[in-house]
């Protein structure tokens, strides 16, 4: 036997930098690096001379000057003399606020389509997926402007709904789809309506206690209490006694017809209807195919081994399929939302005004401060994004599956 | 057997009943409606529904797309000829055909440039996606940029023919240095590329004759379909290399470059595309030298490109974490080095993996061209709703225009992710 001793320490040469892979990734770091610093000053550089040649300056000075222009569709007080930052936080909560709705509507077609689409029934199979490939095959900017166009050309004007002969008329009694945007009654809060609303949020609670309650029940004796209805009670009754106890406080306004528009009620703007729907459409044609994928992903035998311990159709969906199937489902679906908070950037293209639509649209435009403008754009987007994914990194790890 | 009770029995049947026909209802189509549509009372209720919602859009739709009207000049003729029946106006398609596909700036009489270039590109396509096709037809994939840059644009045939002597040189000499190692053959690649192409820029304006054989067409008359055409295919083609360079930099050893590769990756992902082509618009001209004049649609190029580039590498990001680990410990005990380990063992394998997500990130690409239209590019979606829309003859034809901006988009992107279903059937060598 010969044993193998380490080869003897060379001394280091100018050519190891080269050949030998202890030092190469050296060289290599060290000339990306000079690579990096050459390019950022020569585009810094660029910049400067661009900025000094045009008389500009970079500087946020222009968020604290007025604005000078209006928003139709504001959930907070704002006007033309505000400064551009307050309609920057306009925009951005415009933006939370679509995101939002799209999230909801689109999970909730999403799911529904994604189920029918495994669905026994042949027609509904077929028709679920036609809904997906059409939505998914066609860019969510046509539609946008598809729904936009049904909002503005479509709809009637508010004075089709005008005197005996009226062409057009309230939904209900309460809704009107005006091209002008939707109204839709608004509570009014009258005395006494935070205890009724109070007691909602206890009742809401409520229910979860319960339900808590009964499982252990379950698993401590056994004993199953029904779930369903008590829990409608609980979170019903206690609301609609106190509701009438206190004579009614939470009244609705209802939109009327005033002059040449409505007056009253919430107006529910063409743009953000056009964006909302779209997206949720849209992102709902995802979503129907993660949803699906989802539940294929668990396996058959799962489902037959839940079934052969005796348990009902709508126990093994909910305590076997479903758990399984949310662990593949959830990561795509949070990055679908992601998607949809970044596609609501589309809204310039219908006038919604959400954070692109004013800051790094008319406030662009107005003070020309295009670089500070971007730059805040990105950083707002950037921020949500970064943000998302950390929870979804959390959620990720604490879902993983346990292994050796 | 029958024998033996002959007696004991009073009635014994010595031949088989011939099998009687099965039931009506269990054969047969109606056996299928029965299954399929009426299996039980919500699924009847479903197919109901289904049934009345196909009403309600075809009874919508059908009376006016068959009373469509293809050979009127304006929307006040159409108007006059349906006398207030419901019907389409696709005389509009007609009547705009040409600034649809081509914008309204394209030379009229150069059409056929275009429509070569996208002929020529279904040919060069086919040998990278079908691999039957012999091997060679890749020489013309090769060249095809080239072919393709000269028709659409013209003017001096120079450009594109040094342009593709760069690409040749640098090919040369990799192939020259491959040998040595793989980065000097590379490096000395690009390098040789560029310097070729530096000299070429001062050639070049010598060369240039004062009436090329094809006649030069600025960028900005690009528009309507093939501009997104274009815009997808560009950046597609580009950004996969670019992708798969930013992949295996971050999952690179070097700390330095990994950091590089991770933060461009995650601030790219991260920021809307919008944004993206507002920097190309507005801001990206800030950063150039303050004499060179690159058309926005370079610019536009140069941003969408970095921005799918972020996407693919992510993709083939998963395509590489998804190969077992002994693949990696495999190519190092044959004794490969890095770039071999790569090319020949992982990432055919990683790419492999990654042609469902490639595809996604390719249509998805293709749709969000239309974006351009946002920051006043006249692309298909720009088109429509700029000149034709605005226009006193067809201001209000929205249905028509916008139908077939989405048959158009629903062609491509379906045909894509269906070749893509093809594909990943073709290439699953693995037995499950």
């Given at each position: 036997m010969t044993t193998i001793s380490d080869p003897q320490q060379e001394s280091f040469r100018l050519s190891m930098l080269l050949n030998d892979t202890r030092y190469r990734s050296l060289t290599f770091?060290?000339?990306a690096l000079l690579v990096l610093i050459v390019s950022f000053a020569y585009l810094g550089n660029n910049l400067i001379s661009n900025l000094r040649a045009a008389g500009l300056?970079?500087?946020?000075?222009?968020?604290?000057?007025?604005?000078?222009?209006?928003?139709?569709?504001?959930?907070?007080?704002?006007?033309?003399?505000?400064?551009?930052?307050?309609?920057?936080?306009?925009?951005?909560?415009?933006?939370?606020?679509?995101?939002?709705?799209?999230?909801?509507?689109?999970?909730?077609?999403?799911?529904?389509?994604?189920?029918?689409?495994?669905?026994?029934?042949?027609l509904v199979r077929k028709l679920m997926?036609?809904?997906?490939?059409?939505?998914?095959?066609?860019?969510?900017?046509?539609?946008?402007?598809?729904?936009?166009?049904?909002?503005?050309?479509?709809?009637?004007?508010?004075?089709?709904?005008?005197?005996?002969?009226?062409?057009?008329?309230?939904?209900?009694?309460?809704?009107?789809?005006?091209?002008r945007g939707i109204y839709v009654p608004a509570p009014i809060w009258g005395a006494g309506s935070g205890i009724v609303v109070a007691i909602f949020v206890a009742s809401i609670a409520g229910v979860f206690a319960y339900r808590r309650y009964a499982t252990k029940l379950l698993y401590d004796t056994g004993r199953l209490l029904p779930m369903f209805w008590p829990s409608v009670a609980i979170l019903l009754l206690p609301t609609i006694v106190a509701f009438y106890l206190l004579g009614r406080p939470i009244g609705l306004d209802y939109p009327e017809l005033k002059g040449f528009n409505f007056a009253?009620?919430?107006?529910?703007?063409?743009?953000?209807?056009?964006?909302?729907?779209?997206?949720?459409?849209?992102?709902?044609?995802?979503?129907?195919?993660?949803?699906?994928?989802?539940?294929?992903?668990?396996?058959?035998?799962?489902?037959?081994?839940?079934?052969?311990?005796?348990?009902?159709?709508?126990?093994?969906?909910?305590?076997?399929?479903?758990?399984?199937?949310?662990?593949?489902?959830?990561?795509?679906?949070?990055?679908?939302?992601?998607?949809?908070?970044?596609?609501?950037?589309?809204?310039?293209?219908?006038?919604?005004?959400?954070?692109?639509?004013?800051?790094?649209?008319?406030?662009?435009?107005?003070?020309?401060?295009?670089?500070?403008?971007?730059?805040?754009?990105?950083?707002?987007?950037?921020?949500?994004?970064?943000?998302?994914?950390?929870?979804?990194?959390?959620?990720?790890?604490?879902?993983?599956?346990?292994?050796? | 057997m029958s024998d033996t009770h002959e007696h004991s029995v009073a009635f014994v049947r010595t031949q088989a009943v011939p099998a009687a026909p099965p039931p009506f209802q269990a054969t047969g189509p109606v056996k299928w409606v029965r299954e399929n549509l009426f299996a039980?009372?919500?699924?009847?209720?479903?197919?109901?529904?289904?049934?009345?919602?196909?009403?309600?859009?075809?009874?919508?739709?059908?009376?006016?797309?068959?009373?469509?009207?293809?050979?009127?000049q304006s929307l006040a003729e159409c108007r006059e000829i349906l006398q207030g029946a419901t019907g389409a106006c696709f005389s509009v398609l007609v009547e705009r055909w040409n600034q649809l596909l081509f914008g309204f700036t394209y030379p009229a009489e150069i059409y056929w440039r275009p429509t070569l270039a996208f002929v020529l590109l279904f040919l060069a396509a086919a040998p990278v996606l079908f691999f039957d096709l012999p091997r060679k037809l890749l020489v013309f994939t090769a060249l095809y940029p080239f072919i393709a840059y000269y028709l659409i644009w013209g003017g001096t045939v120079w450009t594109p023919v040094f342009a593709l002597l760069g690409v040749v040189g640098?090919?040369?000499?990799?192939?020259?240095?491959?040998?040595?190692?793989?980065?000097?053959?590379?490096?000395?690649?690009?390098?040789?590329?560029?310097?070729?192409?530096w000299i070429a820029g001062f050639i070049v304006p010598m060369l240039a004759w004062e009436n090329p054989v094809l006649a030069a067409v600025p960028s900005?008359?690009?528009?309507?379909?093939?501009?997104?055409?274009?815009?997808?295919?560009?950046?597609?083609?580009?950004?996969?290399?670019?992708?798969?360079?930013?992949?295996?930099?971050?999952?690179?050893?070097?700390?330095?470059?990994?950091?590089?590769?991770?933060?461009?990756?995650?601030?790219?992902?991260?920021?809307?595309?919008?944004?993206?082509?507002?920097?190309?618009?507005?801001v990206l001209a800030y950063f150039f030298p303050p004499d060179a004049t690159?058309?926005?649609?370079?610019?536009?190029?140069?941003?969408?490109?970095?921005?799918?580039?972020?996407?693919?590498?992510?993709?083939?990001?998963?395509?590489?974490?998804?190969?077992?680990?002994?693949?990696?410990?495999?190519?190092?005990?044959?004794?490969?080095?890095?770039?071999?380990?790569?090319?020949?063992?992982?990432?055919?394998?990683?790419?492999?993996?990654?042609?469902?997500?490639?595809?996604?990130?390719?249509?998805?690409?293709?749709?969000?061209?239309?974006?351009?239209?946002?920051?006043s590019m006249f692309d298909l979606v720009g088109m429509i709703r700029g000149p034709i829309l605005a226009s006193t003859e067809w201001n209000g034809v929205y249905w028509e225009l916008f139908m077939f901006a989405a048959l158009l988009f629903f062609i491509v992107c379906y045909g894509i992710s269906q070749y893509s279903q093809w594909l990943e059937r073709r290439l699953a060598t693995d037995h499950r």
């Amino acid at each position: 036997m010969t044993t193998i001793s380490d080869p003897q320490q060379e001394s280091f040469r100018l050519s190891m930098l080269l050949n030998d892979t202890r030092y190469r990734s050296l060289t290599f770091q060290a000339i990306a690096l000079l690579v990096l610093i050459v390019s950022f000053a020569y585009l810094g550089n660029n910049l400067i001379s661009n900025l000094r040649a045009a008389g500009l300056n970079i500087s946020f000075e222009f968020l604290g000057s007025p604005a000078g222009y209006d928003i139709n569709q504001t959930l907070i007080d704002y006007n033309s003399q505000s400064t551009n930052a307050r309609a920057a936080m306009v925009g951005i909560i415009n933006t939370l606020l679509v995101a939002f709705l799209a999230c909801v509507t689109a999970t909730v077609l999403g799911v529904l389509a994604g189920v029918l689409r495994l669905s026994n029934n042949w027609l509904v199979r077929k028709l679920m997926s036609f809904y997906v490939e059409i939505f998914r095959n066609i860019p969510v900017l046509i539609w946008i402007i598809i729904i936009f166009t049904i909002m503005t050309a479509v709809l009637p004007g508010p004075r089709d709904f005008r005197g005996d002969d009226a062409t057009a008329s309230m939904v209900l009694g309460s809704f009107a789809f005006t091209n002008r945007g939707i109204y839709v009654p608004a509570p009014i809060w009258g005395a006494g309506s935070g205890i009724v609303v109070a007691i909602f949020v206890a009742s809401i609670a409520g229910v979860f206690a319960y339900r808590r309650y009964a499982t252990k029940l379950l698993y401590d004796t056994g004993r199953l209490l029904p779930m369903f209805w008590p829990s409608v009670a609980i979170l019903l009754l206690p609301t609609i006694v106190a509701f009438y106890l206190l004579g009614r406080p939470i009244g609705l306004d209802y939109p009327e017809l005033k002059g040449f528009n409505f007056a009253g009620g919430i107006k529910i703007g063409g743009p953000l209807i056009a964006l909302w729907f779209a997206l949720s459409i849209y992102t709902g044609a995802f979503i129907a195919e993660n949803v699906r994928a989802g539940i294929q992903s668990v396996s058959k035998g799962q489902t037959e081994a839940a079934s052969a311990l005796g348990l009902r159709p709508g126990r093994v969906m909910n305590l076997v399929v479903l758990p399984q199937a949310l662990r593949v489902i959830i990561p795509p679906l949070i990055s679908q939302y992601l998607n949809i908070t970044k596609n609501s950037s589309l809204a310039i293209a219908v006038g919604y005004a959400d954070i692109t639509a004013t800051l790094g649209g008319i406030t662009l435009n107005q003070t020309g401060r295009a670089i500070e403008c971007v730059l805040l754009l990105m950083l707002f987007y950037l921020t949500i994004s970064l943000s998302i994914s950390a929870i979804m990194n959390v959620y990720n790890n604490s879902m993983k599956l346990k292994e050796r | 057997m029958s024998d033996t009770h002959e007696h004991s029995v009073a009635f014994v049947r010595t031949q088989a009943v011939p099998a009687a026909p099965p039931p009506f209802q269990a054969t047969g189509p109606v056996k299928w409606v029965r299954e399929n549509l009426f299996a039980n009372i919500p699924n009847a209720i479903l197919t109901l529904l289904s049934f009345y919602a196909i009403y309600v859009v075809l009874s919508a739709t059908l009376p006016w797309m068959l009373n469509g009207i293809w050979n009127t000049q304006s929307l006040a003729e159409c108007r006059e000829i349906l006398q207030g029946a419901t019907g389409a106006c696709f005389s509009v398609l007609v009547e705009r055909w040409n600034q649809l596909l081509f914008g309204f700036t394209y030379p009229a009489e150069i059409y056929w440039r275009p429509t070569l270039a996208f002929v020529l590109l279904f040919l060069a396509a086919a040998p990278v996606l079908f691999f039957d096709l012999p091997r060679k037809l890749l020489v013309f994939t090769a060249l095809y940029p080239f072919i393709a840059y000269y028709l659409i644009w013209g003017g001096t045939v120079w450009t594109p023919v040094f342009a593709l002597l760069g690409v040749v040189g640098g090919f040369l000499v990799y192939v020259r240095f491959v040998r040595n190692s793989f980065a000097a053959g590379f490096f000395g690649g690009i390098a040789a590329a560029f310097v070729i192409w530096w000299i070429a820029g001062f050639i070049v304006p010598m060369l240039a004759w004062e009436n090329p054989v094809l006649a030069a067409v600025p960028s900005r008359d690009m528009g309507g379909f093939m501009l997104n055409m274009m815009l997808g295919v560009v950046c597609v083609s580009l950004s996969l290399p670019i992708g798969i360079a930013l992949a295996l930099g971050r999952q690179s050893s070097m700390p330095l470059i990994k950091i590089i590769c991770v933060v461009f990756i995650e601030f790219v992902r991260g920021v809307p595309l919008i944004t993206l082509l507002f920097v190309a618009s507005v801001v990206l001209a800030y950063f150039f030298p303050p004499d060179a004049t690159i058309d926005l649609i370079l610019r536009v190029i140069i941003m969408i490109t970095m921005f799918s580039s972020a996407y693919i590498a992510e993709v083939i990001r998963g395509g590489l974490a998804a190969l077992p680990k002994g693949q990696y410990e495999a190519a190092d005990s044959l004794g490969l080095d890095y770039p071999q380990a790569m090319r020949l063992i992982i990432l055919p394998q990683a790419l492999k993996i990654s042609i469902p997500g490639i595809v996604n990130v390719a249509v998805g690409l293709f749709k969000d061209t239309t974006l351009v239209s946002v920051i006043s590019m006249f692309d298909l979606v720009g088109m429509i709703r700029g000149p034709i829309l605005a226009s006193t003859e067809w201001n209000g034809v929205y249905w028509e225009l916008f139908m077939f901006a989405a048959l158009l988009f629903f062609i491509v992107c379906y045909g894509i992710s269906q070749y893509s279903q093809w594909l990943e059937r073709r290439l699953a060598t693995d037995h499950r």
